[in-house]
């Protein structure tokens, strides 16, 4: 109602939020979105671009502050902030490398490896590489024909089944930042859940990526 009155839509007001919000709020959804989230996610290339010119401009305001004996309370302030943005910044890169370095294969193969960063797909190369040789010197030369594949049983799998893959199917806690309204958690439309702004639920993480990517659901 209020929103129809204003003029807005909800996507328009969806963005307005977004924009109302700090680079640190930010980061620390995403942070929190990539935690929770089974499979890797949309690298944030501006947001930590932004990020780690902030904590550039933090570590020179603080070393500056420091060097002039400032007040004593504005130091540890200016310190807290830095503390908290160095944090979210190292953890989300922290978590987004495990993820890499668990389904490197699986990623190099389908679309996910678009939400690699430049750095985060040459990391991962090295990783494949480093395994196949290290497998192939130490395991793989040494079985018969037809077992020597790290990514299949025997060369009779259909599929790499020995890639691990994420578990898309796993539950998670999720909470919507608008009224999406009712939402079909399953192809053939038997499962069907009404999700309303602020509220949290326990869903099927497969049944919402597409909201989570779209950033109508933050996870939790």
Same mark, same amino acid.
């Given at each position: 109602?209020?929103?129809?009155?204003?003029?807005?839509?909800?996507?328009?007001?969806?963005?307005?939020?977004?924009?109302?919000?700090?680079?640190?709020?930010?980061?620390?959804?995403?942070?929190?979105?990539?935690?929770?989230?089974?499979?890797?996610?949309?690298?944030?290339?501006?947001?930590?671009?932004?990020?780690?010119?902030?904590?550039?401009?933090?570590?020179?305001?603080?070393?500056?502050?420091?060097?002039?004996?400032? /007040?004593?309370?504005?130091?540890? @302030?200016? %310190?807290?902030? #830095?503390? &908290?943005?160095?944090?979210?910044?190292? $953890?989300? !890169?922290?978590?987004?490398?495990?993820?890499?370095?668990?389904?490197?294969?699986?990623?190099?193969?389908?679309?996910?490896?678009?939400?690699?960063?430049?750095?985060?797909?040459?990391?991962?190369?090295?990783?494949? /590489?480093?395994?196949?040789?290290? @497998?192939? %010197?130490?395991? #793989?030369? &040494?079985?018969?024909?037809?077992?020597? $594949?790290? !990514?299949?049983?025997?060369?009779?799998?259909?599929?790499?089944?020995?890639?691990?893959?994420?578990?898309?199917?796993?539950?998670?806690?999720?909470?919507?930042?608008?009224?999406?309204?009712?939402?079909?958690?399953? /192809?053939?439309?038997?499962?069907?859940?009404?999700?309303?702004?602020?509220?949290?639920?326990?869903?099927?993480?497969? $049944?919402?990526?597409?909201?989570?990517?779209?950033?109508?659901?933050?996870?939790?």
């Amino acid at each position: 109602m209020d929103s129809q009155l204003g003029g807005r839509s909800e996507e328009e007001e969806a963005a307005a939020a977004m924009e109302a919000q700090t680079d640190v709020d930010l980061l620390k959804r995403a942070w929190r979105n990539e935690k929770a989230a089974p499979e890797i996610l949309q690298f944030e290339a501006g947001l930590v671009q932004r990020a780690r010119e902030q904590i550039q401009l933090l570590e020179e305001t603080v070393e500056e502050f420091t060097e002039n004996r400032s /007040d004593d309370l504005v130091v540890p @302030l200016y %310190q807290m902030d #830095l503390d &908290r943005a160095l944090f979210l910044l190292r $953890s989300y !890169l922290r978590i987004r490398l495990q993820k890499i370095e668990k389904y490197m294969v699986h990623i190099s193969k389908t679309n996910l490896w678009n939400r690699l960063s430049e750095q985060e797909q040459r990391f991962a190369k090295r990783c494949i /590489d480093i395994m196949e040789k290290h @497998l192939d %010197q130490s395991v #793989l030369s &040494r079985l018969p024909y037809g077992y020597q $594949s790290m !990514l299949k049983q025997s060369i009779s799998s259909e599929e790499d089944d020995m890639v691990p893959e994420p578990q898309l199917n796993t539950y998670v806690f999720c909470k919507s930042k608008s009224d999406v309204g009712a939402f079909q958690l399953d /192809d053939m439309g038997e499962e069907i859940v009404d999700l309303v702004a602020d509220d949290l639920y326990v869903l099927r993480y497969n $049944s919402i990526k597409g909201l989570v990517d779209g950033g109508r659901i933050d996870l939790v």
